[in-house]
């Protein structure tokens, strides 16, 4: 059996963990829900939910991963417990499966659009011109190639393909964003796109506080990666001398400027050159931004960058979506990694195609199904690190940490072992029930 490998560098994980939290969740979904829920008022209870919610739970994941130094079947399997909690890593699998197949259909619609901003083909009629490629064969064609090149990065493995290439997209991501987010301050009309999006409005929050916590918990889970076994995953490669509340902690605070950043270019370029956008969503990422860089001039130069700092984001979140099942065939089958990525291409493929031709299949998985995968997982993972791991996950949680790290970590273990997996379990149950109508 060959080593199992391990990132080179702190640094290296780091970039790879933010590579994958940072992704669709921060550029479109984010700056939407603040916008929607308050502004900078939103932002604060945002905050509150990272770091109350989103980094414990991102730590109870961390914690599992370096512990076992497995995939999350064989995590569970190896740490002990019995049964449901295998099952858990099960799902994990699964999670991760479902996952890619939606969003590498995002991540071919992005690829095409990068390349159409060149073209100007999205320029005329951006509604119509997204309509006409969002599902069918052409959607597929780009999902396709989007996994390919997913495919291929995981392939030449943790340290040649994860590490070595999200050294260079995360730091490049939040750059291109940087430099987009100055450029667009200098463009005509922008003041009523920054109100638009960061207007203190504590009267909303007020009047729609647990619809806004729930948005806020579901945004956390799912801009974080957690839940899914991604974080866990990654977490497997870490050395013992990493403090895991450090970087865990650094990943969070990044993630959530990048979320911010790209508010910072999303708004007021939409209100300089398009006007007040009617909706969010995913599409509209490509309906209403689209339309600014068919107005602004230069628009084909800036919709690229825009459309590739975005494919890069989502890249190296596909590719974090990717590691989990490669990992586990790997650890627990004896695969060699490249007929494991090789032989989950085809599976994906397969999963891939039904959100790539149907769009309601692609409205559910994206939506509801995936928010509650993730906060079932998530649930799982805390109760397991303080009651299956217990002292030995506090033991896990202050290695190589310092004093902070030793004063939290019984507070975190009884944390995430009661009040946080309620708290998911509500906002789980008031998102099946607005399933239900
Ligand atoms: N965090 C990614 C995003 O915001 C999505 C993601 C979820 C990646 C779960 C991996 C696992 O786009
Ligand atoms: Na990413």
Not at 121 to 139: L, N
Not at 342 to 370: Q, R
């Amino acid at each position: 059996m060959v080593e199992r490998e391990t990132w080179i560098s702190r640094a290296g994980f780091i970039f790879a963990a933010v590579g994958s939290a940072v992704g669709l969740g921060n550029i479109w979904r984010f700056p939407w829900l603040t916008a929607q829920n308050g502004g900078s008022a939103f932002l604060l209870v945002y905050l509150i939910i990272v770091l109350g919610v989103g980094v414990p739970g991102l730590l109870a994941s961390f914690v599992i991963g370096r512990r076992s130094k497995r995939n999350p079947v064989g995590a569970f399997k190896s740490l002990g417990g019995g049964r449901v909690w295998t099952a858990l890593g099960g799902l994990c699998v699964v999670t991760s499966i479902v996952l890619i197949s939606f969003y590498t259909v995002v991540g071919g619609w992005i690829l095409r659009y990068l390349l159409e901003s060149f073209t100007g083909a999205y320029f005329t009629q951006p509604a119509a011109h997204f309509d006409s490629i969002a599902f069918g064969t052409q959607a597929f064609f780009y999902q396709v190639v989007f996994l390919l090149v997913t495919v291929v990065v995981v392939m030449a493995g943790v340290r040649k393909g994860i590490e070595a290439t999200t050294k260079l997209m995360t730091p490049a991501i939040i750059l291109l964003l940087g430099g987009l987010a100055v450029w667009a301050f200098y463009q005509p009309d922008t003041a009523s796109g920054y109100e638009f999006y960061l207007a203190f409005d504590v009267q909303y929050l007020a009047d729609n506080f647990i619809a806004v916590l729930g948005a806020a918990a579901g945004q956390a889970l799912f801009t974080l990666s957690i839940g899914s076994g991604t974080m866990l995953t990654y977490a497997s490669y870490l050395e013992e001398d990493r403090s895991l509340p450090a970087d865990g902690s650094i990943i969070a605070l990044l993630n959530l400027g990048v979320g911010v950043l790209a508010g910072l270019v999303v708004f007021p370029l939409l209100f300089s050159f398009v006007g007040e956008p009617t909706g969010g969503g995913t599409g509209a990422l490509f309906v209403s931004i689209a339309g600014a860089f068919a107005t602004l001039p230069g628009g084909r130069l800036i919709g690229g960058l825009f459309f590739f700092t975005i494919l890069l984001a989502a890249l190296s979140s596909s590719i974090s979506m990717l590691e989990i099942p490669v990992a586990y065939l790997v650890d627990e089958f004896d695969y060699d990694r490249p007929q494991a990525t090789g032989g989950l291409f085809a599976l994906v493929l397969g999963a891939g195609a039904i959100n790539a031709f149907d769009s309601n299949v692609f409205e559910i998985v994206a939506g509801p199904i995936v928010n509650q995968l993730l906060t079932l997982g998530l649930i799982g993972f805390m109760l397991y690190t303080a009651w299956i791991l217990g002292d030995e996950a506090v033991e896990e949680f202050t290695k190589g940490g310092g004093t902070i790290a030793r004063t939290v970590g019984v507070p975190w273990r009884y944390t995430v072992g009661t009040i946080l997996p309620l708290f998911l379990l509500f906002s789980f149950y008031t998102n099946v029930i607005s399933l239900l109508g």
